[in-house]
């Protein structure tokens, strides 16, 4: 299997801070990757597919970027509303997501 | 917009087989452009991928299951369905059932997810 790691485990920060979270894939995926954002008590939501691709609907302070093992999702100016779990999740062999990323209210 | 909503029992006994059916509405299950899948997050934990069905029956299975999980189509009823054997406490989870796509891959549409409890 291919596992995923994420950093940071958890962040505090304030609206409008650019927030950066990094995931890690233990083998190359090409560009095989999405990101999901998750509230407490929801379903996961889909941000962004193919590593930087914006699933439509999702506003553009959200964006994706990296290829191979290394990739991250960037919230340029943090609003209210993305104090949340983010996972990254792999779609090159049999999906599998990483630990997640805590955002909160620094 | 496509909705899915998962329906079933919301506790389960030690040994026995958990059961769960995901209804899809306003979009055909038989659509060669999506796959549609299971995924469970236990209590305050990380997201597990179970498995996953295409129209036509075919499957695929996370093998960390160890072939507890069986994955049905009912393309008449436009739902699908999952069945886990054998549970223990280690099963205790919210499920989740989403729509994949062929293209990127992911999950884009997901159920609000349902709670199951394995206990006697």
């Known amino acids: 299997d291919i596992q995923m790691t994420q950093s940071p485990s958890s962040v505090s920060a304030s609206v409008g801070d650019r927030v950066t979270i990094t995931c890690r894939a233990s083998q190359g995926i090409s560009s095989w990757l999405a990101w999901y954002q998750q509230k407490p008590g929801k379903a996961p939501k889909l941000l962004i597919y193919a590593a930087s691709s914006l699933q439509s609907g999702v506003p553009s302070r959200f964006s994706g970027s990296g290829s191979g093992t290394d990739f991250t999702l960037t919230i340029s100016s943090l609003q209210p509303e993305d104090f949340a779990t983010y996972y990254c999740q792999q779609a090159n062999s049999i999906p599998t997501f990483g630990p997640g990323t805590k955002v909160d209210i620094k | 917009q496509v909705q899915l909503q998962e329906s079933g029992p919301g506790l389960v006994k030690p040994s026995e087989t958990l059961s769960l059916a995901c209804n899809v509405s306003?979009?055909?299950?038989?659509?060669?452009?999506?796959?549609w899948g299971w995924i469970r997050q236990p209590p305050g934990k990380g997201l597990e991928w179970i498995g996953t069905?295409?129209?036509?029956?075919?499957?695929s299975y996370n093998p960390s299951l160890k072939s507890r999980a069986t994955i049905s189509v009912d393309t008449s009823k436009n739902q699908f369905s999952l069945k886990v054997s054998s549970v223990t406490a280690a099963d205790t989870a919210v499920y989740y059932c989403?729509?994949?796509?062929?293209?990127?891959?992911?999950?884009?549409?997901w159920g609000q997810g349902i709670l199951v409890t394995v206990s006697s």
């Open positions: 306003g979009g055909s299950i038989s659509s060669s452009t999506y796959y």
């Open positions: 069905i295409y129209y036509s029956g075919s499957t």
């Open positions: 989403a729509r994949r796509g062929t293209g990127g891959r992911s999950f884009d549409y």
